[in-house]
């Protein structure tokens, strides 16, 4: 599939072009099927209330008043790192991405600001928010890398929406010191791998391109960005981008592949893990009250049909209702007991400002059906 995808060009055979189109289809058909329809998560415990809200201490310490939003975890050596974004005066505006760690995923320390955005929001400032939401090692450069969507504000002038986002562009940033010890930073930007260009794509639509999540897959990367369109108003569908190393060069994959049939409506931010077992799981902000929803691949390319899940139990639901109230998973880490820890941002059910906080689960295989 692989090298059919490569190899693929809009000058290619019309024949070729239907038969790749039909295949690819039954082939996402058929992932749905057989073992993966029956193979579900479930809860099997959340904690009381969310992990890191609006009263802990480190929060109040550097005055974050919004709380949280996208971002990635990963466990190093038993230790939870979290880059995550502050919105730290108003939601989804004021931004700085932050670097919290933690020894059991309750527990959560700040240890420093990564990076900020450059304050004034407008459509000549193409800084104006700075959003995390990949975070790996690269054994290339034996360093970490972290990628970060930066977007400008809309132009009213020109009939855009001020008060959206515009033209995403993926930024990738790496560890100024060697090793997996240099996770804390600082990060130093290496240069844009995607963005809006000639080779955008028509689904793509004004905000791309948002959001990017490498893993790999063999011995090339792949990585979900995130697209929406304003005017006319569309869905947020995602697609893939290949590479044949982390630091690129990012190419998309053609639009017979993309957008990847994933969601009907909406997906936003998917976080990408290889399961012990073999395949892929994917976790992404979907709709639903206290839902995320998930999706599996056999091979990292073809992924199943978005399938659901409440993570919050109705004993315990501090989030608020609503398809957008909880937000963001920023990871599903495979533990050892196979199970699989979710860390989330969700908006607390507060009657002041909307704080949005973090929440942590665990999840588990099922087989009922």
């Not at 289809?25 to 099927?33: G, H, P, S």
């Not at 995607?194 to 004004?206: M, V």
């Not at 963001?328 to 880490?333: G, H, S």
């Amino acid at each position: 599939m692989s090298t059919l995808t490569s190899n693929f060009s809009k000058t290619g055979n019309i024949f070729f072009k239907v038969f790749f189109l039909s295949t690819f289809i039954q082939l996402c058909c058929a992932q749905t099927k057989g073992d993966d329809i029956i193979r579900k998560l479930e809860l099997v415990s959340a904690y009381q209330g969310p992990v890191i809200s609006n009263v802990h201490k480190d929060v109040i310490a550097t005055n974050n008043q919004s709380g949280f939003e996208t971002g990635q975890v990963v466990k190093i050596d038993g230790v939870y790192h979290m880059f995550v974004n502050e919105m730290f005066f108003r939601p989804h505006r004021d931004l700085r991405i932050a670097y919290w760690t933690s020894t059991d995923a309750i527990s959560w320390k700040r240890e420093a600001t990564i990076l900020e955005s450059i304050p004034g929001r407008s459509f000549s400032n193409p800084r104006s928010e700075v959003w995390v939401t990949g975070v790996e090692f690269n054994d290339l450069e034996n360093a970490w890398n972290i990628f970060y969507v930066a977007y400008r504000a809309g132009n009213s002038n020109k009939g855009e929406y001020a008060r959206s986002d515009y033209e995403g562009r993926i930024w990738r940033a790496k560890s100024v010191f060697e090793g997996k010890d240099g996770i804390g930073g600082p990060y130093a930007d290496m240069g844009i791998v995607l963005q809006p260009d000639e080779n955008s794509q028509a689904w793509e639509g004004q905000q791309a391109v948002a959001t990017f999540n490498p893993y790999k897959v063999n011995d090339s990367w792949y990585a979900f960005y995130d697209g929406h369109n304003y005017i006319p108003k569309g869905p947020w569908p995602v697609g893939l981008a290949k590479a044949p190393q982390l630091s690129g060069p990012w190419t998309r994959l053609p639009e017979t592949i993309n957008p990847i049939p994933i969601a009907e409506e909406f997906i936003e931010n998917p976080q990408v893990t290889e399961l012990k077992e073999g395949g892929y799981i994917a976790v992404f902000d979907s709709f639903g009250n206290q839902e995320i929803a998930y999706s599996i691949s056999k091979d990292g390319i073809l992924w199943s049909k978005e399938q659901r899940i409440k993570i919050q139990y109705e004993s315990n639901l501090w989030a608020e209702d609503g398809d957008h109230a909880t937000r963001t998973p920023l990871c599903i880490i495979q533990e050892d007991d196979g199970t699989f820890t979710v860390i989330y941002t969700a908006i607390m059910k507060l009657k002041e400002q909307k704080f949005y906080a973090i929440g942590a689960c665990s999840l588990a295989w099922t087989t009922k059906e």
